[in-house]
Protein backbone atom coordinates (compact mmCIF):
# COMPACT_ATOMS: atom_id res chain seq x y z
CA UNK A 1 0.00 0.00 0.00
CA UNK A 2 1.32 3.39 -0.77
CA UNK A 3 2.07 6.09 1.76
CA UNK A 4 -1.33 7.14 3.02
CA UNK A 5 -0.54 10.00 5.63
CA UNK A 6 1.74 11.03 3.10
CA UNK A 7 -1.18 11.60 0.37
CA UNK A 8 -3.08 13.50 2.25
CA UNK A 9 -1.63 17.27 2.00
CA UNK A 10 -2.39 15.93 -2.06
CA UNK A 11 -5.55 14.66 -1.20
CA UNK A 12 -6.91 18.11 0.40
CA UNK A 13 -5.16 20.09 -2.50
CA UNK A 14 -7.29 17.59 -4.78
CA UNK A 15 -10.20 18.48 -2.82
CA UNK A 16 -9.32 22.04 -2.91
CA UNK A 17 -8.93 22.08 -6.86
CA UNK A 18 -12.32 20.03 -7.21
CA UNK A 19 -14.22 22.43 -5.32
CA UNK A 20 -13.28 25.14 -7.21
CA UNK A 21 -14.05 23.89 -10.52
CA UNK A 22 -16.88 22.44 -9.08
CA UNK A 23 -17.91 25.77 -7.61
CA UNK A 24 -17.55 27.95 -10.67
CA UNK A 25 -19.10 25.96 -13.38
CA UNK A 26 -22.20 25.60 -11.16
CA UNK A 27 -22.34 29.34 -10.29
CA UNK A 28 -21.89 29.31 -14.40
CA UNK A 29 -24.53 27.08 -14.96
CA UNK A 30 -27.05 28.61 -12.45
CA UNK A 31 -26.25 32.16 -13.72
CA UNK A 32 -26.25 31.10 -17.78
CA UNK A 33 -28.23 28.28 -17.82
CA UNK A 34 -31.21 28.89 -16.26
CA UNK A 35 -32.05 31.90 -18.64
CA UNK A 36 -31.10 29.76 -21.39
CA UNK A 37 -33.61 27.13 -19.91
CA UNK A 38 -36.32 29.82 -19.64
CA UNK A 39 -35.35 31.05 -23.19
CA UNK A 40 -35.97 27.81 -24.90
CA UNK A 41 -39.20 27.14 -23.37
CA UNK A 42 -40.22 30.27 -23.65
CA UNK A 43 -39.55 30.78 -27.42
CA UNK A 44 -41.10 26.85 -28.28
CA UNK A 45 -44.69 27.37 -26.74
CA UNK A 46 -47.20 29.66 -27.58
CA UNK A 47 -46.91 32.00 -24.73
CA UNK A 48 -45.76 35.30 -25.05
CA UNK A 49 -42.12 35.18 -27.14
CA UNK A 50 -42.75 32.29 -29.28
CA UNK A 51 -39.81 32.18 -31.85
CA UNK A 52 -38.97 29.81 -34.06
CA UNK A 53 -35.60 31.49 -35.51
CA UNK A 54 -34.54 31.88 -31.55
CA UNK A 55 -35.44 28.77 -30.65
CA UNK A 56 -33.54 26.61 -33.22
CA UNK A 57 -30.94 28.62 -33.32
CA UNK A 58 -30.52 28.08 -29.22
CA UNK A 59 -31.40 24.29 -29.27
CA UNK A 60 -28.48 23.85 -31.93
CA UNK A 61 -26.27 25.51 -29.97
CA UNK A 62 -26.96 23.27 -26.75
CA UNK A 63 -26.78 20.23 -28.96
CA UNK A 64 -23.72 21.15 -30.27
CA UNK A 65 -21.71 21.58 -27.21
CA UNK A 66 -23.77 18.33 -25.83
CA UNK A 67 -22.76 16.17 -28.91
CA UNK A 68 -18.92 16.99 -28.18
CA UNK A 69 -17.50 14.70 -25.68
CA UNK A 70 -15.89 16.75 -22.98
CA UNK A 71 -12.30 15.75 -23.27
CA UNK A 72 -12.93 17.20 -26.35
CA UNK A 73 -14.42 19.96 -25.83
CA UNK A 74 -11.87 20.77 -23.44
CA UNK A 75 -9.63 20.59 -25.99
CA UNK A 76 -10.93 22.63 -28.31
CA UNK A 77 -11.54 25.72 -26.10
CA UNK A 78 -8.20 25.94 -25.20
CA UNK A 79 -8.35 29.00 -27.55
CA UNK A 80 -11.13 30.54 -25.46
CA UNK A 81 -9.35 29.78 -22.27
CA UNK A 82 -6.30 31.36 -23.37
CA UNK A 83 -8.23 34.22 -24.04
CA UNK A 84 -10.29 34.39 -21.34
CA UNK A 85 -7.37 33.76 -18.69
CA UNK A 86 -4.13 33.97 -20.79
CA UNK A 87 -3.18 30.46 -19.33
CA UNK A 88 -4.35 26.85 -20.70
CA UNK A 89 -3.76 25.39 -17.28
CA UNK A 90 -4.41 24.80 -13.79
CA UNK A 91 -8.05 24.32 -12.45
CA UNK A 92 -8.98 28.15 -13.28
CA UNK A 93 -8.30 27.21 -16.83
CA UNK A 94 -10.39 23.66 -16.68
CA UNK A 95 -13.07 25.86 -15.21
CA UNK A 96 -13.97 27.24 -18.76
CA UNK A 97 -14.54 24.04 -20.41
CA UNK A 98 -16.64 22.70 -17.34
CA UNK A 99 -18.47 25.96 -17.25
CA UNK A 100 -19.42 25.80 -20.89
CA UNK A 101 -20.61 21.92 -20.72
CA UNK A 102 -22.19 22.70 -18.00
CA UNK A 103 -24.36 25.53 -18.85
CA UNK A 104 -25.51 23.72 -22.00
CA UNK A 105 -26.77 20.80 -19.77
CA UNK A 106 -28.56 22.48 -17.42
CA UNK A 107 -30.11 24.43 -19.53
CA UNK A 108 -31.73 21.49 -20.94
CA UNK A 109 -32.94 20.17 -17.93
CA UNK A 110 -33.90 23.88 -16.61
CA UNK A 111 -35.95 23.73 -20.08
CA UNK A 112 -37.63 19.93 -19.20
CA UNK A 113 -38.33 20.92 -15.56
CA UNK A 114 -40.50 24.06 -17.34
CA UNK A 115 -41.97 21.44 -19.63
CA UNK A 116 -43.37 19.94 -16.62
CA UNK A 117 -45.02 23.22 -15.16
CA UNK A 118 -48.85 22.60 -15.29
CA UNK A 119 -50.04 24.54 -18.83
CA UNK A 120 -53.47 25.50 -17.25
CA UNK A 121 -51.57 27.48 -14.01
CA UNK A 122 -49.83 29.46 -17.02
CA UNK A 123 -53.08 30.17 -19.19
CA UNK A 124 -54.63 31.14 -15.32
CA UNK A 125 -52.19 33.64 -15.02
CA UNK A 126 -52.21 35.12 -18.15
CA UNK A 127 -56.07 34.93 -17.90
CA UNK A 128 -55.21 36.82 -14.66
CA UNK A 129 -53.54 39.45 -17.17
CA UNK A 130 -50.12 38.69 -15.30
CA UNK A 131 -47.26 40.50 -17.51
CA UNK A 132 -44.74 38.09 -19.17
CA UNK A 133 -42.40 39.26 -16.25
CA UNK A 134 -44.69 37.50 -13.67
CA UNK A 135 -45.55 35.08 -15.06
CA UNK A 136 -41.73 34.24 -15.44
CA UNK A 137 -40.90 34.35 -12.26
CA UNK A 138 -43.83 34.23 -9.82
CA UNK A 139 -45.53 31.02 -11.89
CA UNK A 140 -43.31 29.43 -13.83
CA UNK A 141 -40.13 29.87 -11.25
CA UNK A 142 -42.07 28.77 -8.65
CA UNK A 143 -43.91 25.91 -9.77
CA UNK A 144 -40.61 24.56 -11.26
CA UNK A 145 -38.17 24.92 -8.49
CA UNK A 146 -38.35 21.50 -6.81
CA UNK A 147 -37.62 20.11 -10.88
CA UNK A 148 -34.91 22.83 -11.23
CA UNK A 149 -32.83 22.30 -8.12
CA UNK A 150 -33.63 17.94 -8.98
CA UNK A 151 -31.99 19.02 -12.32
CA UNK A 152 -29.08 20.67 -10.34
CA UNK A 153 -27.82 18.20 -8.87
CA UNK A 154 -28.01 15.90 -11.48
CA UNK A 155 -25.64 18.56 -13.08
CA UNK A 156 -23.10 18.99 -10.06
CA UNK A 157 -22.67 15.20 -9.75
CA UNK A 158 -21.76 14.89 -13.94
CA UNK A 159 -19.37 17.95 -13.45
CA UNK A 160 -17.88 15.91 -11.04
CA UNK A 161 -17.06 13.26 -13.36
CA UNK A 162 -16.23 15.58 -16.27
CA UNK A 163 -13.50 17.19 -13.52
CA UNK A 164 -11.84 13.67 -13.63
CA UNK A 165 -10.70 14.90 -17.12
CA UNK A 166 -9.43 18.59 -16.05
CA UNK A 167 -5.87 16.54 -15.46
CA UNK A 168 -5.19 16.91 -19.11
CA UNK A 169 -5.01 20.63 -18.79
CA UNK A 170 -3.06 20.21 -15.57
CA UNK A 171 -6.78 21.29 -13.85
CA UNK A 172 -6.04 19.11 -10.82
CA UNK A 173 -9.09 17.43 -8.75
CA UNK A 174 -9.96 14.32 -6.95
CA UNK A 175 -10.57 12.68 -10.22
CA UNK A 176 -7.27 13.56 -12.21
CA UNK A 177 -4.96 12.57 -8.65
CA UNK A 178 -7.16 8.85 -9.18
CA UNK A 179 -5.46 9.05 -12.63
CA UNK A 180 -2.15 10.22 -12.28
CA UNK A 181 -1.09 8.39 -8.89
CA UNK A 182 -4.09 5.30 -8.47
CA UNK A 183 -3.37 4.51 -12.44
CA UNK A 184 -0.09 5.86 -13.99
CA UNK A 185 1.78 4.70 -10.96
CA UNK A 186 -0.24 1.90 -9.89
CA UNK A 187 -0.60 2.69 -6.43
CA UNK A 188 -4.46 0.99 -6.19
CA UNK A 189 -4.80 2.33 -2.21
CA UNK A 190 -4.61 6.35 -3.86
CA UNK A 191 -6.86 4.83 -6.28
CA UNK A 192 -9.49 3.64 -3.78
CA UNK A 193 -8.73 6.48 -1.25
CA UNK A 194 -9.96 8.57 -3.97
CA UNK A 195 -12.70 6.61 -5.15
CA UNK A 196 -14.13 6.40 -2.16
CA UNK A 197 -13.53 10.23 -1.33
CA UNK A 198 -15.53 11.10 -5.03
CA UNK A 199 -18.24 8.67 -3.70
CA UNK A 200 -18.72 10.37 -0.80
CA UNK A 201 -18.68 13.79 -2.42
CA UNK A 202 -21.36 12.63 -4.86
CA UNK A 203 -23.57 10.79 -2.21
CA UNK A 204 -23.10 14.23 -0.33
CA UNK A 205 -24.12 16.45 -3.37
CA UNK A 206 -27.62 13.92 -3.90
CA UNK A 207 -28.61 13.92 -0.26
CA UNK A 208 -28.50 18.05 -0.24
CA UNK A 209 -30.12 18.09 -3.10
CA UNK A 210 -32.90 15.54 -2.51
CA UNK A 211 -33.31 17.77 0.68
CA UNK A 212 -33.73 21.54 -1.13
CA UNK A 213 -36.00 19.27 -3.93
CA UNK A 214 -37.86 18.16 -1.06
CA UNK A 215 -38.28 21.38 1.10
CA UNK A 216 -39.31 23.56 -2.36
CA UNK A 217 -41.86 20.93 -3.40
CA UNK A 218 -44.90 21.30 -1.00
CA UNK A 219 -46.66 18.51 -2.41
CA UNK A 220 -44.56 16.20 -1.38
CA UNK A 221 -45.10 16.84 2.06
CA UNK B 1 -71.89 44.50 -21.24
CA UNK B 2 -70.12 41.80 -23.46
CA UNK B 3 -70.80 41.34 -27.22
CA UNK B 4 -69.69 38.47 -29.29
CA UNK B 5 -69.43 39.30 -32.84
CA UNK B 6 -69.27 36.68 -35.74
CA UNK B 7 -66.54 34.68 -33.55
CA UNK B 8 -64.45 32.49 -36.31
CA UNK B 9 -61.74 30.61 -35.00
CA UNK B 10 -59.26 28.14 -36.66
CA UNK B 11 -56.87 25.35 -35.45
CA UNK B 12 -54.10 24.92 -38.00
CA UNK B 13 -54.35 21.14 -38.75
CA UNK B 14 -51.81 18.13 -37.66
CA UNK B 15 -50.52 18.27 -40.92
CA UNK B 16 -49.94 22.12 -40.80
CA UNK B 17 -52.33 22.48 -44.48
CA UNK B 18 -54.37 25.25 -44.70
CA UNK B 19 -57.28 23.84 -44.05
CA UNK B 20 -57.26 23.74 -40.03
CA UNK B 21 -59.93 22.88 -37.89
CA UNK B 22 -62.87 25.32 -37.72
CA UNK B 23 -63.56 25.22 -34.07
CA UNK B 24 -65.94 28.06 -33.88
CA UNK B 25 -67.69 29.31 -37.07
CA UNK B 26 -69.41 32.59 -37.08
CA UNK B 27 -70.44 32.90 -33.03
CA UNK B 28 -72.73 35.99 -32.01
CA UNK B 29 -73.97 36.53 -28.63
CA UNK B 30 -74.61 38.72 -26.02
CA UNK B 31 -74.92 39.03 -22.16
CA UNK B 32 -76.17 41.61 -20.49
CA UNK B 33 -75.00 42.91 -17.37
CA UNK B 34 -75.73 41.03 -14.26
CA UNK B 35 -76.92 37.53 -15.79
CA UNK B 36 -75.56 34.16 -15.65
CA UNK B 37 -75.20 33.27 -19.39
CA UNK B 38 -74.44 29.89 -20.56
CA UNK B 39 -72.92 28.22 -23.64
CA UNK B 40 -73.71 24.52 -23.76
CA UNK B 41 -72.85 21.97 -26.09
CA UNK B 42 -71.42 18.19 -26.82
CA UNK B 43 -67.68 18.04 -26.03
CA UNK B 44 -65.86 19.44 -28.95
CA UNK B 45 -68.43 21.63 -29.74
CA UNK B 46 -66.14 24.67 -29.39
CA UNK B 47 -68.19 26.33 -26.22
CA UNK B 48 -64.35 26.22 -24.79
CA UNK B 49 -62.66 27.79 -27.37
CA UNK B 50 -65.44 30.25 -27.67
CA UNK B 51 -65.39 31.22 -23.79
CA UNK B 52 -61.60 31.47 -24.37
CA UNK B 53 -62.19 34.08 -26.95
CA UNK B 54 -63.58 36.53 -24.35
CA UNK B 55 -60.68 36.87 -22.82
CA UNK B 56 -58.60 35.89 -25.97
CA UNK B 57 -56.32 33.03 -24.22
CA UNK B 58 -57.91 32.42 -27.85
CA UNK B 59 -56.86 34.68 -30.73
CA UNK B 60 -60.37 34.70 -33.18
CA UNK B 61 -59.59 34.29 -36.89
CA UNK B 62 -61.99 36.92 -37.11
CA UNK B 63 -64.78 38.50 -35.20
CA UNK B 64 -65.15 41.51 -32.80
CA UNK B 65 -64.86 40.88 -28.53
CA UNK B 66 -66.75 43.97 -27.37
CA UNK B 67 -66.63 44.26 -23.26
CA UNK B 68 -68.10 47.62 -22.32
CA UNK B 69 -67.95 48.83 -25.93
CA UNK B 70 -64.32 48.16 -26.35
CA UNK B 71 -63.22 46.15 -28.90
CA UNK B 72 -60.54 43.50 -27.28
CA UNK B 73 -59.09 42.19 -30.18
CA UNK B 74 -57.83 45.64 -31.10
CA UNK B 75 -55.96 46.47 -27.81
CA UNK B 76 -51.81 46.62 -27.43
CA UNK B 77 -51.03 43.59 -24.72
CA UNK B 78 -50.84 46.11 -21.90
CA UNK B 79 -54.22 47.37 -22.18
CA UNK B 80 -55.65 43.98 -22.69
CA UNK B 81 -53.86 42.40 -19.41
CA UNK B 82 -55.55 45.67 -17.80
CA UNK B 83 -58.89 44.38 -19.25
CA UNK B 84 -58.28 40.89 -17.91
CA UNK B 85 -57.75 42.59 -14.64
CA UNK B 86 -61.54 42.93 -14.50
CA UNK B 87 -62.82 39.52 -15.56
CA UNK B 88 -61.91 36.67 -13.62
CA UNK B 89 -61.72 32.83 -14.59
CA UNK B 90 -62.39 29.89 -13.29
CA UNK B 91 -61.44 26.28 -14.94
CA UNK B 92 -62.37 22.82 -14.78
CA UNK B 93 -58.84 21.49 -13.42
CA UNK B 94 -58.75 24.84 -10.76
CA UNK B 95 -55.62 25.30 -12.37
CA UNK B 96 -54.27 26.18 -8.90
CA UNK B 97 -50.45 27.04 -7.98
CA UNK B 98 -49.28 24.03 -6.45
CA UNK B 99 -46.23 25.44 -4.30
CA UNK B 100 -48.04 27.92 -2.92
CA UNK B 101 -50.85 28.10 0.59
CA UNK B 102 -54.49 28.93 -0.49
CA UNK B 103 -53.86 32.49 1.07
CA UNK B 104 -51.38 33.26 -1.97
CA UNK B 105 -53.73 31.52 -4.76
CA UNK B 106 -56.06 33.97 -3.77
CA UNK B 107 -54.01 36.75 -4.00
CA UNK B 108 -52.77 36.52 -7.01
CA UNK B 109 -55.19 38.28 -9.06
CA UNK B 110 -54.42 41.15 -6.23
CA UNK B 111 -50.66 41.22 -6.65
CA UNK B 112 -51.27 41.28 -10.52
CA UNK B 113 -53.18 44.39 -10.42
CA UNK B 114 -50.34 45.70 -8.41
CA UNK B 115 -52.43 46.28 -4.92
CA UNK B 116 -50.72 47.22 -1.82
CA UNK B 117 -49.58 44.82 0.65
CA UNK B 118 -51.80 46.34 3.67
CA UNK B 119 -55.18 46.11 0.73
CA UNK B 120 -54.25 42.61 -0.06
CA UNK B 121 -53.97 41.76 3.84
CA UNK B 122 -57.59 42.78 4.12
CA UNK B 123 -58.86 41.61 1.07
CA UNK B 124 -57.78 37.75 1.14
CA UNK B 125 -60.00 37.14 4.29
CA UNK B 126 -62.76 38.41 3.35
CA UNK B 127 -63.45 36.93 -0.08
CA UNK B 128 -61.88 33.54 1.71
CA UNK B 129 -64.61 34.18 4.52
CA UNK B 130 -66.90 34.77 0.97
CA UNK B 131 -66.03 30.65 -0.34
CA UNK B 132 -66.30 29.34 2.82
CA UNK B 133 -62.21 28.70 3.31
CA UNK B 134 -61.06 31.17 6.00
CA UNK B 135 -59.85 28.22 8.03
CA UNK B 136 -57.70 26.56 5.28
CA UNK B 137 -55.80 29.77 4.61
CA UNK B 138 -52.58 28.07 4.86
CA UNK B 139 -53.20 24.95 3.42
CA UNK B 140 -51.74 23.91 -0.10
CA UNK B 141 -54.00 22.82 -2.86
CA UNK B 142 -53.16 19.67 -2.96
CA UNK B 143 -54.00 19.20 0.76
CA UNK B 144 -57.77 20.23 -0.48
CA UNK B 145 -60.73 17.84 -1.68
CA UNK B 146 -61.93 18.68 -5.68
CA UNK B 147 -64.77 21.29 -4.41
CA UNK B 148 -62.48 23.22 -1.62
CA UNK B 149 -59.78 23.22 -4.60
CA UNK B 150 -62.64 25.64 -7.15
CA UNK B 151 -63.60 27.77 -4.05
CA UNK B 152 -60.09 28.77 -4.10
CA UNK B 153 -60.26 28.95 -7.93
CA UNK B 154 -63.46 31.28 -7.24
CA UNK B 155 -61.61 33.35 -4.56
CA UNK B 156 -58.56 34.08 -6.71
CA UNK B 157 -61.17 34.85 -9.57
CA UNK B 158 -63.36 37.53 -7.63
CA UNK B 159 -60.49 38.59 -5.50
CA UNK B 160 -60.06 41.59 -7.66
CA UNK B 161 -63.64 42.55 -7.94
CA UNK B 162 -64.27 41.41 -12.30
CA UNK B 163 -66.81 42.96 -13.96
CA UNK B 164 -67.38 39.50 -15.15
CA UNK B 165 -66.31 35.88 -14.11
CA UNK B 166 -66.04 33.05 -16.93
CA UNK B 167 -66.10 29.69 -15.68
CA UNK B 168 -64.99 27.03 -18.23
CA UNK B 169 -66.46 23.72 -17.07
CA UNK B 170 -66.35 24.34 -13.96
CA UNK B 171 -68.12 21.55 -12.35
CA UNK B 172 -66.94 18.70 -14.72
CA UNK B 173 -64.12 17.69 -12.61
CA UNK B 174 -66.09 17.13 -9.04
CA UNK B 175 -69.00 14.95 -8.05
CA UNK B 176 -72.52 15.67 -8.20
CA UNK B 177 -73.17 16.69 -4.56
CA UNK B 178 -69.96 19.00 -4.74
CA UNK B 179 -71.01 19.91 -7.79
CA UNK B 180 -73.98 21.59 -6.58
CA UNK B 181 -72.65 23.28 -3.98
CA UNK B 182 -70.06 24.94 -6.05
CA UNK B 183 -73.32 26.18 -8.74
CA UNK B 184 -74.99 27.38 -4.93
CA UNK B 185 -72.09 29.01 -4.69
CA UNK B 186 -71.71 31.26 -8.72
CA UNK B 187 -75.52 31.76 -8.30
CA UNK B 188 -74.99 33.28 -4.99
CA UNK B 189 -72.50 35.53 -5.96
CA UNK B 190 -73.99 36.51 -8.74
CA UNK B 191 -77.07 37.27 -6.93
CA UNK B 192 -75.00 39.00 -3.93
CA UNK B 193 -72.25 41.09 -5.79
CA UNK B 194 -74.62 41.24 -8.79
CA UNK B 195 -71.39 39.57 -10.81
CA UNK B 196 -71.93 38.95 -14.62
CA UNK B 197 -71.40 35.51 -14.86
CA UNK B 198 -70.54 33.64 -18.76
CA UNK B 199 -70.61 29.92 -17.75
CA UNK B 200 -69.60 26.96 -20.42
CA UNK B 201 -70.98 22.85 -19.67
CA UNK B 202 -72.34 20.20 -21.36
CA UNK B 203 -75.05 19.69 -19.01
CA UNK B 204 -78.03 21.26 -19.12
CA UNK B 205 -78.58 20.19 -15.75
CA UNK B 206 -75.94 22.54 -14.99
CA UNK B 207 -77.56 25.44 -17.38
CA UNK B 208 -80.86 24.93 -16.05
CA UNK B 209 -79.38 25.11 -12.31
CA UNK B 210 -77.79 28.49 -12.51
CA UNK B 211 -78.03 30.43 -15.95
CA UNK B 212 -80.72 32.54 -17.00
CA UNK B 213 -80.22 32.69 -20.74
CA UNK B 214 -78.01 29.95 -22.50
CA UNK B 215 -76.77 29.24 -25.99
CA UNK B 216 -76.60 25.85 -27.65
CA UNK B 217 -73.82 25.16 -29.84
CA UNK B 218 -73.09 22.20 -31.94
CA UNK B 219 -70.10 21.53 -34.09
CA UNK B 220 -68.53 25.27 -33.96
CA UNK B 221 -71.64 26.80 -34.53
CA UNK B 222 -74.34 28.39 -31.88
CA UNK B 223 -77.58 26.73 -33.25
CA UNK B 224 -79.88 28.13 -30.94
CA UNK B 225 -80.20 31.04 -27.84
CA UNK B 226 -82.69 32.40 -25.56
CA UNK B 227 -83.77 31.96 -21.68
CA UNK B 228 -83.20 28.84 -20.20
CA UNK B 229 -86.73 28.43 -19.77
CA UNK B 230 -88.05 29.09 -23.51
CA UNK B 231 -85.23 26.57 -24.98
CA UNK B 232 -86.11 23.68 -22.32
CA UNK B 233 -89.63 24.14 -22.71
CA UNK B 234 -89.55 25.03 -26.91
CA UNK B 235 -86.56 23.33 -28.20
CA UNK B 236 -86.22 24.55 -31.87
CA UNK B 237 -82.92 22.93 -33.09
CA UNK B 238 -83.08 18.97 -33.32
CA UNK B 239 -79.53 19.34 -31.20
CA UNK B 240 -81.53 20.91 -28.43
CA UNK B 241 -84.47 18.81 -28.87
CA UNK B 242 -81.78 15.89 -27.83
CA UNK B 243 -79.86 17.60 -25.51
CA UNK B 244 -83.51 18.55 -23.34
CA UNK B 245 -85.19 15.29 -23.82
CA UNK B 246 -81.90 13.48 -22.26
CA UNK B 247 -82.00 15.61 -19.29
CA UNK B 248 -85.95 15.23 -18.84
CA UNK B 249 -84.84 11.10 -19.52
CA UNK B 250 -88.49 9.58 -19.62
CA UNK B 251 -87.09 6.84 -21.71
CA UNK B 252 -89.97 3.70 -21.36
CA UNK B 253 -88.85 0.22 -19.93
CA UNK B 254 -89.17 -2.12 -23.56
CA UNK B 255 -92.08 -4.06 -22.04
CA UNK B 256 -94.41 -1.12 -21.79
CA UNK B 257 -93.99 -0.16 -25.41
CA UNK B 258 -93.74 -3.49 -26.40
CA UNK B 259 -97.54 -4.54 -24.49
CA UNK B 260 -99.53 -1.51 -24.51
CA UNK B 261 -102.83 -1.93 -24.87
CA UNK B 262 -104.81 1.76 -25.37
CA UNK B 263 -103.59 5.28 -26.80
CA UNK B 264 -99.74 5.99 -25.48
CA UNK B 265 -98.94 10.37 -25.51
CA UNK B 266 -96.37 12.19 -24.32
CA UNK B 267 -97.73 15.71 -22.88
CA UNK B 268 -95.43 19.13 -22.66
CA UNK B 269 -96.88 21.38 -19.93
CA UNK B 270 -95.87 24.81 -19.49
CA UNK B 271 -95.90 27.20 -16.85
CA UNK B 272 -99.81 27.31 -14.84
CA UNK B 273 -100.72 24.65 -17.22
CA UNK B 274 -98.86 21.84 -15.50
CA UNK B 275 -100.79 23.03 -12.43
CA UNK B 276 -104.01 22.26 -13.68
CA UNK B 277 -105.44 19.15 -13.75
CA UNK B 278 -106.19 18.52 -17.06
CA UNK B 279 -106.08 14.61 -17.55
CA UNK B 280 -108.42 14.11 -14.44
CA UNK B 281 -110.58 16.56 -16.50
CA UNK B 282 -109.97 14.27 -19.46
CA UNK B 283 -110.60 11.23 -18.39
CA UNK B 284 -113.52 12.74 -16.36
CA UNK B 285 -115.23 14.15 -18.81
CA UNK B 286 -114.77 11.76 -21.56
CA UNK B 287 -114.77 8.24 -19.75
CA UNK B 288 -111.30 7.05 -20.28
CA UNK B 289 -109.03 5.53 -18.05
CA UNK B 290 -106.04 7.35 -17.94
CA UNK B 291 -102.89 5.86 -16.62
CA UNK B 292 -99.23 7.66 -15.93
CA UNK B 293 -96.89 5.36 -16.90
CA UNK B 294 -93.46 7.94 -16.50
CA UNK B 295 -93.29 12.02 -15.74
CA UNK B 296 -91.26 14.86 -14.40
CA UNK B 297 -91.84 18.37 -13.87
CA UNK B 298 -89.04 20.58 -13.69
CA UNK B 299 -89.15 23.83 -12.06
CA UNK B 300 -87.01 26.56 -14.15
CA UNK B 301 -86.71 29.95 -11.89
CA UNK B 302 -90.33 29.58 -10.27
CA UNK B 303 -91.96 28.46 -13.88
CA UNK B 304 -92.86 24.56 -14.49
CA UNK B 305 -92.56 22.63 -17.67
CA UNK B 306 -93.87 19.44 -17.24
CA UNK B 307 -93.32 16.08 -19.40
CA UNK B 308 -95.99 13.44 -18.79
CA UNK B 309 -95.92 9.93 -20.66
CA UNK B 310 -99.79 8.31 -20.00
CA UNK B 311 -102.13 5.77 -21.94
CA UNK B 312 -105.45 6.23 -22.67
CA UNK B 313 -107.99 3.48 -22.46
CA UNK B 314 -111.66 3.12 -23.25
CA UNK B 315 -113.83 3.50 -26.72
CA UNK B 316 -111.99 4.65 -29.32
CA UNK B 317 -114.19 7.62 -30.26
CA UNK B 318 -114.09 8.85 -26.78
CA UNK B 319 -110.04 8.44 -26.67
CA UNK B 320 -110.17 10.48 -29.50
CA UNK B 321 -112.54 13.54 -27.79
CA UNK B 322 -109.50 12.92 -24.80
CA UNK B 323 -106.53 13.30 -26.87
CA UNK B 324 -108.37 16.30 -28.74
CA UNK B 325 -109.37 17.70 -24.92
CA UNK B 326 -105.92 17.42 -23.77
CA UNK B 327 -104.03 18.72 -27.21
CA UNK B 328 -106.14 21.90 -26.17
CA UNK B 329 -105.53 22.63 -23.07
CA UNK B 330 -101.36 21.70 -23.18
CA UNK B 331 -98.41 22.91 -24.89
CA UNK B 332 -97.58 20.18 -26.95
CA UNK B 333 -99.01 15.90 -27.45
CA UNK B 334 -96.96 13.61 -29.15
CA UNK B 335 -99.10 10.39 -29.79
CA UNK B 336 -95.94 7.46 -29.26
CA UNK B 337 -98.85 4.62 -29.73
CA UNK B 338 -102.48 3.92 -31.48
Known amino acids: ?221 | MLELKAISVAFPSAGGAEAGIQAVRDASLTVQRGEVFGIVGSSGAGKSTLLRCINLLERPRSGQVLLGGTDLTLLPPRELRLERQRIGMIFQHFNLMHTRTVWDNAAFALKVAGRSRAEIRRRVPEILALVGLSDKAKAYPDQLSGGQKQRVGIARALANHPDLLLCDEPTSALDLETSASILGLLKEINQKLGLTIVIISHEMAVIKAVCDRVAVMDNGRIVEQGAVYDIFARPGHPFTRELVERTFNLDLPERHLNAINGTLLKILFLGDKAETPVLFEAAWRHGVAVNILHGKIEYIGDRAIGLLVVSLTGAAAQVGEAVAFIRANTERVEVLHG
Do not use: H
Open chain 1, 1 to 221: MADLPGLLPDLLNAFKETFLMLGVSTGFAVAFGVPLGFFLFITQRRLFWENRAANLIGNFLINLIRSVPFVILLVLLLPLTQLLLKTTIGPQAASVPLSVAAIAFYARLVQGSLCEVDPGVIEAAQAFGAPPFMIIRGVLFREALPGLLRGLTVTIISLVGYSAMAGIVGGGGIGDLAIRFGYYRYQTGVMVVTVIALVILVQVIQVLGDYLARRADIKAK
